[in-house]
């Protein structure tokens, strides 16, 4: 098997095996997705619902590889110095002001503007990284559409123009992965450059596993039990439908509790763990008739 400091995965097969050695539950689709992203060198768009295990996966990549973790989260707003890179302007001006009378505009300039005074961001960061890395931009969807701009450019060659240091090129490409809640469409640019893959949430046997997996000491009959819960929870009109995350927490709350059997009352009790707003609550209580 080739080693893990040296490269990404030999096949779709060995990425479900050591995906699922650190704890994440591939499906075929997800692990030749991320086989191919790292033997093509592509970034990978992962797209689908908030709570389904798109952040995980670059995690889970991350873990079973032995890289780093670099991660970009977005947010509106996000500018270029946020994302790749800006001076310290502070201790520029500092070292303007302790630099000798005589010293020329042009030698301080060419000073001030070295690595010693350059604040990396993600992107940049993860670029000049020799190691292997694994770069999340995480929620690309939430940022404006110039970010989009600077992201194609930094995905197309993997390489960083700083006017005052010069061009600094990828020794060994990161593997991206890209998360997207859909909250709007991204440009079609950007979507050539990268591999896609929906994830969306588990069938119940599916998620049972994934359960059970992360939670050993529940009983497969719970597990079941809350698996349905779950699914029925995500087809009312919720403003937020639990995650797989909550899924699991929900497993670890009822080992907490010595649950042994999710009735009613415990499923009322405990809708805390995987509803956040009291009206999602009110309205599972109401629709499921469950009794306080």
Same mark, same amino acid.
């Given at each position: 098997m080739p080693s893990r400091t040296s490269s990404w995965f030999s096949s779709p097969a060995e990425a479900v095996t050591r995906m699922g050695d650190v704890g994440y539950l591939a499906d075929d689709s997800t692990a030749l997705t991320t086989y191919l992203a790292g033997a093509l060198e592509k970034p990978v768009l992962v797209e689908g619902p908030a709570g389904v295990g798109k952040t995980e996966l670059a995690k889970a990549i991350t873990r079973a590889t032995g890289a780093e973790l670099v991660r970009l989260q977005c947010y509106e707003g996000l500018d270029e110095a946020r994302a790749l890179y800006e001076w310290n302007y502070k201790k520029q001006l500092l070292r303007i002001q302790a630099a000798n009378d005589g010293q020329a505009w042009e030698e301080t300039h060419d000073d001030i503007f070295s690595e010693e005074f350059l604040l990396t961001r993600p992107l940049l960061t993860a670029i000049r990284r020799s190691e292997p890395t694994v770069l999340l931009i995480d929620e690309v969807d939430k940022t404006d559409v110039e970010v989009e701009g600077l992201l194609l450019e930094v995905l197309s060659d993997f390489q960083v123009t700083i006017p005052e240091l010069g061009t600094m090129t990828s020794t060994r490409r990161p593997l991206v992965v890209l998360t997207s809640n859909a909250t709007r469409e991204l440009s079609e640019a950007l979507?050539?450059?990268?591999? /896609?893959?929906?994830? !969306? /949430?588990?069938?119940? !046997?599916?998620?049972?596993?994934?359960v059970l997996s992360q939670v050993p000491g529940l009983d497969d009959k719970v597990a079941r039990q809350l698996v349905s819960v779950v699914g029925r929870l995500r087809e009312l009109e919720l403003k937020k439908s639990p995650s797989i995350a909550e899924s699991v927490d929900w497993a670890r709350t009822l080992i907490a509790l010595e649950i042994t059997d999710l009735s009613d009352k415990a499923v009322a009790d405990t809708l805390g763990v995987v509803l956040k707003h009291s009206s999602d609550v009110d309205r599972a209580v109401r629709e499921l008739r469950l009794k306080r």
């Open positions: 979507k050539r450059r990268c591999l /896609y893959l929906h994830l !969306d /949430y588990p069938d119940a !046997d599916r998620e049972r596993e994934i």
